[in-house]
């Protein structure tokens, strides 16, 4: 069974820092892309950003909302993906997906994370 | 930067055909994906590859695309296809959701 389970969120001061993780199992870890999707409160859902896979070598995609400040790298050697996130603004509060692209884009999603960048 | 268009809201009866479209500049070349996204759980893949049904998703959903325009089309909404609904493609950059059409079945 295809399992994506997101951990790393609370409360983060404006400025501050954050890592998420995200931990797979039940499929080929290494083969798949990964992907980072947001959803503040009462929004629509906004692609954060990816990594691809190793045969890609491990190209990275930001939205230019978070350009600069996040960044999404993987461990395939602990099924892991992370998105750091670096200079948070209170506009960056959401909860935040992973998800992968195996055949299809996002057929599987965690249960998501909470982040709220608040003083 | 790149953007989909979606209408905010769609509404029908029970057994009607609801119509959601979403429009792109990069539709004719990139194609469009559909999820499903209910309160507090995760959203479902429900249309692929413009017009492809994912196993297990019920026959009533289904896809099309025609130049810069997708459309998601459930025939005989139920009320339990009530949610929201966003449409997906990428550019050169990268991923870019719609902003979302709210879907009532009453």
């Known amino acids: 069974e295809v399992q994506l389970v997101e951990s790393g969120g609370g409360l983060v001061q404006p400025g501050g820092s954050l890592k998420l993780s995200c931990a797979a199992s039940?499929?080929?870890?290494?083969?798949?892309?990964m992907h980072w999707v947001r959803q503040a409160s009462g929004k629509g859902l906004e692609w954060v950003g990816r990594?691809?896979?190793?045969?890609?070598?491990?190209?990275?995609a930001y939205a230019a909302s978070v350009k600069g400040r996040f960044i999404i790298s993987r461990d395939d050697s602990k099924n892991t993906a992370y998105l750091q996130m670096n200079s948070l603004k209170t506009e960056d509060t959401a909860v935040y997906y992973c998800?992968?692209?195996?055949?299809?884009?996002?057929?599987?999603w965690g249960q998501g994370t909470l982040v709220t960048v608040s003083s | 930067s790149y953007e989909l268009t979606q209408p905010p809201s769609v509404s029908v009866s029970p057994g009607q055909t609801a119509r959601i479209t979403c429009s792109g500049d990069?539709?004719?070349?990139?194609?469009a994906y559909w999820y499903q996204h209910k309160s507090g759980q995760a959203p479902v893949l429900v249309i692929y590859?413009?017009?492809k049904r994912p196993s297990g998703i019920p026959e009533r959903f289904s896809g099309s695309s025609s130049g810069t325009m997708a459309t998601l089309t459930i025939s005989g909404a139920q009320v339990e296809d009530e949610a929201d609904y966003y449409c997906?493609?990428?550019?050169?950059?990268?991923?870019?959701f719609g902003g979302g059409t709210k879907l009532t079945v009453l």
């Open positions: 998800t992968r692209v195996w055949q299809q884009p996002f057929d599987y």
């Open positions: 039940g499929f080929t870890f290494s083969d798949s892309a």
């Open positions: 990594t691809r896979n190793k045969a890609n070598n491990y190209a990275t």
């Open positions: 990069a539709l004719p070349q990139k194609y």
């Open positions: 590859e413009d017009s």
């Open positions: 997906y493609s990428t550019d050169s950059s990268g991923g870019v």
